[in-house]
């Protein structure tokens, strides 16, 4: 597989130009990348120190680095484009553009991209994330009357990780229960979830990944065998079935993948 290095700079945070490089870097899934991530690149000896960085990649590999640059400050950008690399300069290609067909100029404000919440979207979010700690793992089903949706699958099938973003990217309060070994053996849903039937939406994935990740965390055990796994997963499945509960596979997406595909087929709105 060929490998090719990767440059992400901002004289901010750095997320516009993460965001938009590694979605593009995603349809090359032939190629290796090794990312390097430079945030906040904000003076002219920070320019020229990734920039020396960059110049050494070349030497050491023979091949030009990829630059996603979203550099607001002009003298900054002119610096990194004189790297040995290839520059996709965001803010120069697309800028320049909008303020001729808007008839403005524009703000060229470091963060502008990211500025601050409100006060009660920023408090919204925390209390999100903060429910979404609280109702992990079924925690305290008292307190589901307040979710915006509730998460159930298997052990290991990415229930966590997915509240938890759906908290801090929307706003929203999401909980996670478990259906256990015990919950499946009596082939129905636990009984505390019978009232929140509607907010339920259930995660699956495949048993030979349900399996690895379980035998990372617990390895030789029943719990991470494959019968072990296949049994859950058919009997999580014919329960969805029967109480006719949406489901996402999430064996090959990501955390943000299976958010976002949760929030698109649910109609959830954004709350931050």
């Known amino acids: 597989m060929e490998q090719r290095h990767a440059f992400f700079i901002s004289d901010s945070t750095g997320l516009t130009s993460e965001a938009l490089g590694n979605a593009l870097l995603a349809q090359f899934d032939q190629v290796e990348f090794v990312k390097s991530y430079h945030p906040y690149i904000d003076s002219t000896e920070k320019a020229l120190e990734v920039c020396r960085e960059i110049d ?3 030497r050491d590999t023979g091949l030009k680095p990829l630059i996603f640059d979203t550099i607001l400050n002009r003298d900054l950008r002119l610096i990194v484009a004189q790297a040995n690399g290839v520059l996709m300069d965001v803010i120069g290609t697309f800028l320049p553009k909008l303020e001729s067909e808007l008839g403005a100029l524009s703000a060229m404000r470091v963060g502008k991209s990211h500025a601050n919440p409100t006060e009660e979207k920023a408090q919204r979010r925390i209390d999100a994330v903060n429910y979404a ?24 099938s ?17 909980a996670n229960y478990p259906l256990t070994e015990e919950d499946l053996e009596s082939g129905d849903l636990p009984r505390k979830l ?23 965390r617990r390895a030789g055990s029943r719990y991470a065998s494959i019968k072990q796994c296949r049994w859950e997963l058919e009997e999580v499945r014919l ?3 029967r109480h006719q509960i949406p489901v996402i596979d999430t064996t090959r997406l990501s955390v943000e993948e299976i958010a976002t595909q949760i ?5 959830l709105k954004r709350r931050v």
């Open 133 to 156: 700690l609280d109702q992990d793992d079924g925690a305290r089903t008292n307190r589901y009357d307040l979710a915006d949706i509730i998460l159930v699958g298997p052990s290991r």
């Open 263 to 267: 929030i698109l087929r649910t109609g």
């Open 158 to 174: 990415a229930k966590t990780p997915s509240c938890l973003y759906i908290a801090m990217q929307f706003g929203l309060f999401a």
């Open 194 to 216: 019978l009232p929140y039937k509607h907010k339920l939406f259930g995660l699956t994935i495949d048993p030979d990944r349900l399996a690895a990740i379980r035998e990372e």
């Open 56 to 58: 050494q990649v070349f």
């Open 239 to 241: 329960i969805y079935q």
